[in-house]
């Protein structure tokens, strides 16, 4: 107790430390540098509370505040290098936009625009309208609209649509999405009310005529793209139900959740539907920004002019409203489709989906020549398998190479940490005893930051 009041002490007081560090401290903004000092003291206060410390080393103080500054002041939203092969990773920001896209972005967020002007007569205009020709081109539907997310999309459709009203949905694709979007709980938001019918395995178009009656207000059909049921398995074809849904007047609403507008073949037969041929039998469509369609995160919905008509009108459509910038990165991936053949090259995603065993060789190949060899890492060549992610089906097969990691200093997680607190983070998996880097996802301008990161590790 004696010595420890005696440690207590011997702790700068913080005006004291503000002074030792001035210089260091002065181009930092002063609150910033004023709460670090006061944490960094009453961890050391604490530290010796606790008995952990046997003197009061003023240096290492200093060195604490010099390396939580640095943390704060740096930004906490930064680029990271995904190395994990998952090509829409949502908790690392799904789909990447081109350069182009981004500077066009640049472009209309440092200036006025007429985001919500029209040229033409000078008066009033709407936002939505600055994409909804491309959609409507792309997709084959009537009119679209866009808001801030597919979530949102969901949401706006069945408030506009069948608030107060029965729908219809298969039990088999009552699923939870990436960041825990369920759509029971959308349903219940937007005010219908929730007919299940079938199983989790099966649902026939029996199931669905007898659940309609004067309450129904629409069937939605989901997408279960993250997950299937594999074995003694039915769900109704989107067709059928459009065949129902004429018969006995009930608009069909269909969940995409990605979709597709141009075909990767490189996923193999996957039924991830390409969204223009859905659009025929569906009286509204939705699907996400930023999945693979390759664009900005946002809620894209098409499908016929009254119904589109009455989402305009909602005033939910108010909060759930797409930004300017992210309205300058959708049209020009939108436009990126126009120019057909080139959207594989021009769209990040499709890119990364579309990219040749020659060039995951030849990003492996320039990788290891980079590495000095003068550290005790060593690596190999590793055959692996990506995963398109995004809540895609997680069964489609995409061969990739991974450059595979060890070392006979540090364990495979001491290396995961070591990428991953880079000052560009590498996010890596592992796989048993390695650490592996997939090539798929590694853009050719970070391989020179990964090997200068794995030449610094010794
Ligand atoms: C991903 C997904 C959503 C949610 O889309 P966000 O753009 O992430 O809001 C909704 N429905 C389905 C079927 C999905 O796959």
Redesign the pocket.
């Known amino acids: 107790m004696e010595n420890q009041n005696h440690l207590l002490r011997q702790l700068p007081k913080v005006d004291e430390m503000m002074r030792i560090l001035q210089d260091e401290i002065h181009p930092q903004p002063y609150l910033i540098c004023k709460r670090v000092v006061q944490q960094t003291i009453t961890r050391w206060r604490e530290r010796i509370l606790a008995g952990e410390i046997a003197c009061v080393d003023r240096e290492a103080i200093q060195q604490d505040i010099r390396r939580q500054m640095q943390k704060e002041t740096a930004f906490h939203l930064k680029k990271v290098i995904n190395a994990t092969g998952i090509v829409l990773h949502t908790n690392l920001g799904r789909a990447n936009l081109s350069e182009q896209a981004a500077a066009y972005m640049a472009e209309i967020a440092t200036g006025y625009t007429n985001l919500e002007y029209d040229l033409e007569t000078g008066a009033r205009g709407s936002r939505y309208a600055h994409v909804e020709d491309l959609l409507t081109a792309l997709t084959g539907a009537e009119a679209a609209l866009v808001v801030n997310?597919?979530?949102?999309a969901?949401l706006l459709v069945l408030d506009t649509l069948t608030k107060g009203k029965e729908v219809i949905v298969s039990r088999g694709e009552l699923?939870e999405?990436?960041?825990a979007?369920r759509v029971p709980a959308i349903m219940e938001r937007s005010g219908c009310k929730m007919v299940e019918v079938g199983t989790t395995n099966k649902t026939h178009a029996e199931d669905y005529r007898s659940a309609i009656n004067e309450q129904t207000g629409a069937i939605l059909k989901?997408?279960?793209?993250?997950y299937r049921v594999i074995g003694f398995t039915s769900q109704v074809s989107l067709q059928a139900l459009w065949e129902m849904g004429c018969e006995k007047d009930i608009p069909v609403i269909y969940?995409?959740?990605?979709g597709m507008l141009t075909a990767i073949e490189e996923m193999g037969s996957v039924d991830e539907p390409l969204i223009q041929q859905c659009v025929p039998y569906a009286d509204i469509l939705c699907f996400?920004?930023?999945?693979l369609l390759g664009g900005p995160?946002a809620?894209i919905i098409v499908g016929r002019k009254e119904a589109i008509g009455r989402m305009k009108k909602n005033h939910l459509l108010r909060a759930l409203r797409i930004d300017k910038f992210t309205l300058a990165g959708l049209e020009y991936t939108l436009r990126q489709y126009l120019g057909n053949a080139a959207a594989d090259k021009d769209i990040p995603i499709l890119q990364m989906l579309k990219q040749s065993p020659q060039m995951l060789a030849q990003k492996w190949c320039m990788l290891t020549s980079l590495l000095h060899g003068q550290n005790d890492l060593r690596w190999e060549k590793i055959e692996v398998v990506s995963q398109v992610g995004?809540?895609s089906l997680p069964d489609v097969v995409l061969p990739s190479v991974a450059l595979g990691i060890s070392s006979a200093t540090y364990s495979a997680s001491q290396l995961e940490e070591m990428l991953r607190q880079n000052c560009t983070p590498i996010i890596a998996r592992i796989h048993q005893a390695c650490v592996l880097l997939d090539m798929r996802t590694i853009d050719l301008r970070e391989i020179p930051v990964i090997a200068d990161c794995l030449n610094r590790i010794g």
């Open positions: 997310n597919n979530a949102a969901v699923v999405i990436g960041g979007f989901v997408h279960t793209s993250n969940d995409l959740g990605s996400s920004g930023d999945k995160q809620g995004g809540g």
